[in-house]
């Protein structure tokens, strides 16, 4: 088996797997028909799949969210999507940017490109891009199938509502309450349970006394249940 | 002879804060003993046997004979040894003693005049004085006694303590030495035999005790063995048992070769599942180490996959400078003006940001990076997956192994266990076969030995019964160059006391026995033989159980006397008594009142004092003592020479009521005496 | 906490009142939500239908893509003006659409075939390729004509692999039923090597090699059966267990249904496919393992019936496997033993002048999941992303 010629320090690698969690995660917004997803969307799509991932047998990224008043912030995100927007493979709309002083704020929407999804099926040709991409996938269409069910009929600039349903997520708020300035996914690395967790487990073991599902249905029950809660 | 003896004379009692002995007015106790005779005089219970204790425990402190009360005739250890917890006088007051609790003796040995302080508590010595300075070389109790002893002139402090404990004290704790032939002897030793001869005897007899007691521990050890191996001789079964044994003990010895056969298999099962379960634990072992590595790298062809995926700086300059130089414009800002192309085409040149400037490091162009395809990645992870399922097959191998295990493994100790059995089993069986001749001859030898050996001690131990005897020879004849003088005395306060001719002997008649298995010896001692009284027939001798009770006492006493007498004829001396329940009737009374007078008069020098404590028990007694009785119960004129000491007064009263009655009866002792 | 009061029953059963519980390859729940569409659209415009106009011919084609906005998969001409779809809306029935896997996006691009299918045939085999996944769905015939990716557009036009939709009263199945609905699937899509499903299964190769199953055949048995189903009970019954990895070696599809009572019942499928490469013992144990597979679910869940259906593809099916059948009904699973016909292996190419038709004659289907495998024989168009040919 040929052996890469070098070795790729450890934040590098990091930050090359969140570049990839982040344009997989647009592409996959995309095939399931959410489209674009706007900047405070985006992190806490991307906080709501660090929350569950383990649910499909996936261990999440070490980024943590900071908490700001627009919801939380990735500054990884930032810079992983600076690079991909800066390549073409992740289209961007609506910029501005924020006044604060701590934080690269920015507001805008990201999308799918041509070149973006090509690249993302590049990622996609290995084990792990294709289980992530999955995994992905099928949250994207647990918000819709789930989140959205009642929109469907609406145009597409409506669909705002988003949010609304993905800051009830239960380890959202667990992290909410508690004190300081960083947002925790998973209380320690050993623990590797988190509520959102938790809860989908709950809904799993319902489901499965009642009929045959798959995890995809048991992520989208999860999503109508906190889009209940945020109406 | 030897020197005469100078034995401790009391003078003067004084106790401190302590509540036994209040005092007349609560101050403390303070007793005088002239000479002549003094009376302690009280009821039961008011402490006269304990203060006689504690005129003793002055002289002598906290000490002891080593092995305790054994017959003074009969001691080969001549030790003391200081009682370290000694609370008999602590005991016997409820409070707690602290050191102001004290007791002062004064008294003489000889010309000198001693002063010694005890604590009461314990008894330890507070100080002791000579003339009235301390004597800063009496430290301890010992150095005390042996100053003591060599004052007195005795040869130890043992001997000091005998003598003034049992000689000079005549308490509830005394032992006859009159009616002991032997303890007369030890007495003679003490007091005045050749100090030389004194030790070879002891000696000797030290000698003779430790050989008998070996001789006899062995002899019986000898006798036990002897008796066992006859025993196992006699319960050698007869042919036809024997080959019903031997018939047993070849199926024993088949079972037992089996159990080990079947041993030998489980544990060569058990083994070889050890050495399969060890293989696999390093089979594991490796997969784990294989599978950290193969992740690992995994891990880094992940990300580079993911790098050479995504676009390169390189790239996206190449973008940015294809949007610039193509005319399309930049792509961020959608200018078309090429002026900018060469600043941007400086700044990365310089490997700096385009858009911050900030110099770059790290991936640069993406010509160093290996193009990774997708397949070699997979290739890997799916190496890493067949490897982790490897692992759990092998894992689940291993602990079905492990399972087979431990089951084997309690096989294996059933095995152990019969195979332990049937060992045991045979070895029984085996040991009830007659013992060959070789192991019986050597214990037979053994025996032998012992025997020739025990012969030795026997011998060894007749010689030195032997030796033993010439010393008591030697000392009879030492004895019979003062035996007069003694025989004079004794026969004196005897027929003081008995009112009869007495006729005192001398002579070894009494045999007493050296050791257990040493035979006897005649003890040299002195005996007393009278007429009887219904005939004229020889003179029987009086022997401790052909006398009464208070008889056997005070003949005894007599010769305490005596012996108190020859010991020290030219000294003073005292002599403590603890007066006799009255067993003896009033005659008996007034003739023992008057042997104790006449041991102490008064006006004579050197000074003599005798203290007595007697009961107030409606008899005579105090008032004979006193000497205001003659010897018919008359009352006599006062005479000097007689103090009397009312205990009640002085003590702790616990019973007034009794006090008060027994108060009544003194009064009237004495009135009526006084008249 | 927060958890309980967001997971309570009542609002869990609510919740999952009305899943689509679509299962499968992605593929395969594009096919399904088409069918579940088809199904609400006959509903809603049951009395247009019932009045006769719908015509026999009218035809809709929708297309796969991840993208139906940046990658409709059509020429650039025609994705000149695309029209966006609400689907809820149950207008969509003609023309040619392209649709995301859910079909939350869809975008019309051909308002309608004037021509009525024949048309839609011809603009399949002009304007798509054999790798897109797309279905024609035959709105006056209770059909839907699925194109699995990778197979030919000829062999595809001449015989397309079929999804009737007709919904079966959910409380009148019987395991009798499903045994039924299971032969007449095997007839259509297993039965012989260009069987709709069967032709995904096989690598034919030149003389002398003979013809081999792909990776994963089960796969492709499952995907098609439960879109079979889907036509016929939509979203009642049958799902894959996405989760179970194929190293396992399961493959099952669950049929779950409330009977009159409102009973909950289970049917298990467990489906094994026998590989011709090897041999019988190897062969016998797979179909062994796969009544005890099916023996197991048995006794996890409330099942009235569990089915081992083998489908037998080995080269020589005349060898009988007698313990099979005890074996099956001591554990109490019906044995559906289905034998598929093997491919003869192309003819081996006498040079010809220069044509090359490997490319259309040797399909190499890949099912989403299966591992790309490199073709060892004639090269064929390059496999790489599932853009069409003429994106823009």
Request: hydrophobic share 40%; glycine share 6%; aromatic share 6%.
């Amino acid at each position: 088996m040929v052996r890469i010629s070098q070795s790729i320090p450890k934040g590098e690698r990091e930050k090359l797997q969140f570049s990839r969690w982040v344009l997989l995660i647009i592409n996959a917004a995309e095939a399931a028909g959410i489209g674009r997803l706007s900047r405070k969307q985006l992190h806490l799509l991307l906080f709501l799949s660090f929350a569950s991932c383990r649910f499909y047998g996936i261990a999440p990224l070490r980024q943590r969210a900071r908490r700001t008043e627009q919801g939380p912030y990735y500054r990884a995100a930032h810079i992983a999507l600076g690079g991909l927007a800066l390549s073409g493979l992740v289209e961007v709309s609506e910029f501005s940017s924020h006044r604060s002083t701590e934080h690269l704020q920015f507001e805008g929407h990201f999308g799918a490109t041509v070149s973006g999804l090509k690249v993302g099926r590049v990622l996609r040709s290995t084990h792990r891009g294709e289980a992530l991409y999955a995994f992905l996938l099928d949250l994207c269409l647990s918000v819709v199938e789930g989140a959205w069910h009642d929109d469907r009929a609406h145009k597409r600039s409506e669909r705002r509502s988003l949010e609304r349903a993905f800051e009830q997520d239960l380890t959202y708020r667990t992290a909410l309450n508690r004190p300081g300035k960083v947002l925790f996914v998973e209380e320690n690395p050993d623990d590797q349970e988190t509520p959102t967790l938790a809860g989908l487990r709950k809904i799993r073991q319902f489901l499965d006394a009642k009929i045959s599902v798959n995890r995809r249905d048991v992520l989208t029950v999860y999503q109508r249940l906190l889009m209940k809660k945020a109406a | 002879m030897r020197a005469k003896i100078k034995l401790p004379v009391m003078r003067r009692l004084s106790i401190r804060n302590y509540s036994l002995y209040p005092g007349a007015n609560g101050q403390g106790l303070d007793l005088e003993f002239p000479s002549g005779v003094t009376v302690l005089a009280g009821i039961n219970g008011v402490g006269k046997t304990t203060l006689l204790n504690l005129l003793m425990r002055m002289l002598l402190g906290p000490t002891e004979r080593g092995k305790g009360d054994r017959d003074l005739g009969r001691v080969s250890q001549r030790e003391l040894v200081i009682e370290r917890n000694f609370s008999f006088f602590a005991d016997r007051v409820p409070e707690k003693l602290d050191d102001n609790a004290t007791a002062t003796l004064e008294y003489l040995i000889g010309e000198r005049e001693y002063i010694v302080t005890r604590y009461l508590k314990t008894m330890e010595l507070k100080s002791v004085k000579l003339r009235g300075r301390t004597i800063s070389s009496i430290t301890t109790e010992l150095d005390f006694g042996k100053e003591m002893a060599r004052q007195a002139g005795l040869p130890t402090h043992y001997d000091f303590h005998v003598v003034v404990r049992f000689l000079q004290f005549f308490t509830e704790e005394r032992q006859p030495i009159l009616w002991s032939a032997a303890t007369q002897y030890e007495f003679f030793k003490t007091l005045f035999l050749d100090l030389a001869l004194t030790k070879e005897t002891d000696d000797t007899f030290r000698q003779i005790q430790r050989i008998d007691s070996d001789y006899r521990n062995r002899l019986n050890q000898l006798n036990l063995r002897t008796e066992r191996l006859k025993e196992a001789k006699a319960k050698t079964p007869m042919a036809a048992d024997l080959a019903a044994l031997h018939a047993q003990i070849d199926a024993a010895t088949m079972a037992s070769e089996e159990a080990g056969v079947k041993y030998a298999e489980e544990r060569e099962i058990v083994d070889s599942l050890q050495l399969r379960a060890r293989e696999l634990d390093n089979e594991l072992n490796q997969f784990e180490g294989t599978l950290a590595d193969l992740e690992d790298e995994l891990e880094n062809a992940d990300a580079a996959f993911v790098a050479q995926a995504l676009p390169s700086l390189g790239d996206k300059a190449k973008f940015l400078m294809a949007g610039l130089s193509s005319g399309q414009g930049c792509f961020v800002c959608g200018n078309r003006h090429k002026g900018q192309l060469e600043t941007v085409q400086k700044q990365l040149k310089g490997g700096h940001c385009f858009v911050c400037e900030h110099p770059i490091v790290g991936r640069g162009t993406g010509a160093k990076v290996q193009p990774l395809a997708a397949a070699q990645v997979r290739s890997l992870e799916q190496r890493i997956n067949r490897l982790v399922a490897q692992t759990k097959q092998t894992e689940s191998v291993r602990d079905a192994l492990h399972r087979e295990l431990s089951a084997k493994l309690q096989t294996l100790r059933a095995a152990a266990a019969f195979q332990s059995q049937t060992a045991i089993n045979l070895a029984t069986l085996q040991a009830r076969l007659p013992a060959l001749g070789d192991a019986s001859s050597t214990l037979e030898a053994e025996l032998v030995a012992e025997e020739a050996a025990l012969k030795v001690l026997k011998d060894d131990r007749k010689k030195l019964a032997e030796d033993y005897r010439e010393q008591i020879r030697l000392g009879r004849v030492e004895i019979e160059g003062f035996k007069e003088k003694l025989r004079a005395t004794l026969t004196r306060y005897a027929e003081a006391f008995l009112q009869e001719k007495v006729d005192v002997r001398f002579g070894a008649q009494d045999k007493v026995k050296i050791a257990t298995g040493a035979g006897q010896v005649g003890m040299p001692s002195f005996s007393i033989a009278m007429t009887s009284s219904t005939h004229q027939a020889p003179k029987e001798r009086l022997r401790s159980d052909n006398v009464s009770e208070s008889q056997k006492e005070f003949l005894d006493l007599a010769f305490r006397v005596t012996l108190l007498d020859m010991a020290c004829a030219d000294g003073a001396k005292s002599l403590i008594i603890e007066t006799p329940e009255a067993s003896l009737d009033s005659w008996f009374m007034l003739r023992a009142a008057a042997l104790m007078r006449q041991f102490a008069p008064a006006d004579q020098a050197p000074m003599r004092n005798l203290i007595a404590t007697s009961n107030l028990n409606g008899t005579d007694m105090i008032p004979a003592l006193l000497g205001q009785l003659d010897k018919n119960g008359k009352v006599k004129h006062k005479t000097n020479g007689a103090n009397l000491v009312d205990l009640m007064k002085l003590t702790a009263s616990s019973n007034t009521l009794k006090e008060g009655a027994a108060r009544t009866r003194l009064e009237q002792e004495l009135r009526r005496v006084n008249g | 906490m927060a958890g309980e009061q967001l997971i309570n029953t009542q609002d869990m059963a609510d919740a999952a009142s009305d899943l689509s519980l679509v299962s499968g390859t992605p593929q395969e729940r594009f096919f399904q939500s088409l069918v579940d569409y088809f199904i609400d659209w006959s509903v809603v415009n049951g009395a247009y239908i019932a009045a006769g106009q719908v015509k026999s011919d009218q035809a809709l084609l929708v297309i796969y893509s991840e993208s139906p906005r940046l990658e409709p998969g059509l020429p650039a001409l025609l994705c000149a003006d695309p029209e966006e779809v609400f689907l809820s809306l149950c207008t969509l029935s003609d023309g040619v659409a392209v649709a995301s896997m859910n079909l939350a996006e869809v975008y019309q691009h051909v308002p309608n075939f004037t021509k009525g299918a024949g048309e839609a045939m011809k603009f399949v085999r002009s304007h798509l390729c054999a790798d897109q996944t797309f279905a024609l769905l035959m709105m006056g015939q209770n059909r839907v004509l699925v194109h699995d990716q990778g197979v030919p557009l000829d062999e595809w036009i001449k015989e397309p692999r079929v999804i009737k939709v007709q919904l079966v009263d959910e409380s009148a199945i019987t395991p009798e039923l499903i045994e039924k609905q299971l032969d007449e699937f095997h007839n259509q899509a297993m039965a012989t090597h260009r069987g709709t499903i069967a032709r995904l299964m096989w690598k034919i190769e030149e003389e002398p090699t003979l013809s081999i199953l792909r990776e994963a055949p089960e796969l492709h048995v499952q995907s098609g059966l439960v879109t079979y189903f889907r036509g016929l009970y939509r979203h009642k019954v049958a799902n894959v267990d996405e989760e179970i990895p194929l190293t396992e070696g399961r493959v099952d599809v669950r049929i779950c249904r409330f009977d009159r009572s409102n009973e909950r019942f289970f049917t298990m499928i467990e489906l094994k496919v026998l590989d011709p490469r090897s041999n019988d013992a190897k062969n016998l144990a797979w179909a062994h393992k796969g009544i005890q597979q099916a023996h197991d679910y048995k006794k996890t869940v409330q099942t009235d019936s569990a089915f081992a259906c083998i489908f037998d593809a080995r080269r020589d099916q005349s060898v009988l496997m007698p313990g099979l059948q005890a074996d099956a009904e001591d554990k109490g699973v019906v044995l559906k033993l289905h034998p598929m016909a093997v491919p003869p292996p192309r003819k081996a190419k006498k040079l010809r002048t220069g044509l090359m038709v490997a490319s259309t004659v040797d399909p190499t289907p890949t099912i989403k999941k299966a591992k790309r495998t490199s073709s060892n024989t004639t090269p064929k168009a390059p496999r790489t992303a599932k853009v069409p040919k003429k994106a823009a």
